[in-house]
């Protein structure tokens, strides 16, 4: 006889796993409120598997089993006797919600979805493209002057965790200013996001620059490439695929002249042949 699902209450979770459903030697339950320790075993039961715990400090948790199968393979499933799941950025997770947990008021809010704007930020020291999403609440234009909340990994928190719902859901209710979004795409997370001094730097230089330039201009052109061949670190070029977002003509003009300028001081005075000083003849 297979053990009953898992079930909830307001005291503990009783974890259930049919053994017919994974010919497992071994089960253990993997919660993701603490990712530094071991998985609790779980206690082969007639049919399969059960774990009871208290309930832990929250109203909600998201869980694994994980399993040492016959041949030493291991593998993280889902419950199969629980129909609650959720997507994260690791695949899908199983979901225990206990008898106080409410879904937060924002999810199912009549809110506009506002309108975005997508950048591409190249760095040379970054070695990949740094892609940008930059949304903006609706009932504001282009070139408004708004707050910006730059969040790192922005893509995912925005598919997983509705990011952008949320800020214009705080927005239609007066709790938090209107206010631009700005997505960072992940690229090499591992060294972008490890005090990266040339992440840093291209935030700074380059992407930030680049969103005002986004968000500053409503006209029907497309943002044309803006090259820094003898810039400082880091040299860059940055485009814009959206067409509301273009560079001013004025300010081109005003950058290509005073560069021009430059260049034609540096090369005349290059050309300038050195001066020497004849020696005085002594009477």
Request: glycine fraction near 6%; charged fraction near 25%; charge should be positive.
């Amino acid at each position: 006889m297979e053990p009953a699902g898992t079930v909830a209450n307001s005291d503990g979770v009783v974890f259930r796993l049919p053994g017919a459903e994974h010919a497992a030697t071994e089960a253990r339950l993997w919660l993701d409120l603490e990712h530094h320790v071991d998985p609790a075993p779980m206690r082969r039961v007639d049919g399969g598997w059960e774990l009871a715990i208290t309930r832990p400090p929250v109203r909600r948790v998201e869980y694994l089993y994980a399993l040492t199968l016959a041949d030493g393979s291991e593998a993280m499933v889902c419950d199969p006797t629980n129909p609650k799941r959720v997507m994260t950025a690791f695949g899908e997770h199983s979901v225990v919600e206990f008898p106080d947990y409410r879904p937060p008021a924002w999810l199912a809010a009549d809110i506009e979805p506002g309108r975005t704007t997508s950048l591409v930020v190249r760095a040379l020291d970054l070695r990949r493209p740094l892609t940008i999403t930059v949304w903006s609440p609706d009932g504001c234009h282009d070139g408004a002057r708004l707050p910006l909340l730059l969040v790192h990994d922005g893509p995912e928190f925005d598919r997983l965790a509705s990011f952008t719902r949320f800020s214009a859901a705080m927005i239609a209710t007066g709790r938090l200013p209107a206010h631009r979004v700005a997505l960072l795409g992940p690229g090499d997370r591992n060294r972008w996001y490890a005090a990266s001094p040339s992440y840093a730097r291209a935030l700074n230089r380059l992407a930030l620059p680049a969103i005002r330039g986004a968000a500053a201009q409503a006209s029907g052109r497309s943002l044309p490439c803006m090259r820094r061949s003898r810039s400082r670190t880091p040299r860059a070029r940055c485009s814009c695929s959206r067409a509301a977002s273009s560079v001013p003509t004025s300010t081109r003009r005003s950058v290509r002249s005073r560069a021009s300028m430059r260049y034609r001081n540096s090369s005349r005075a290059s050309r300038q042949p050195t001066r020497r000083h004849r020696p005085c003849a002594l009477a």
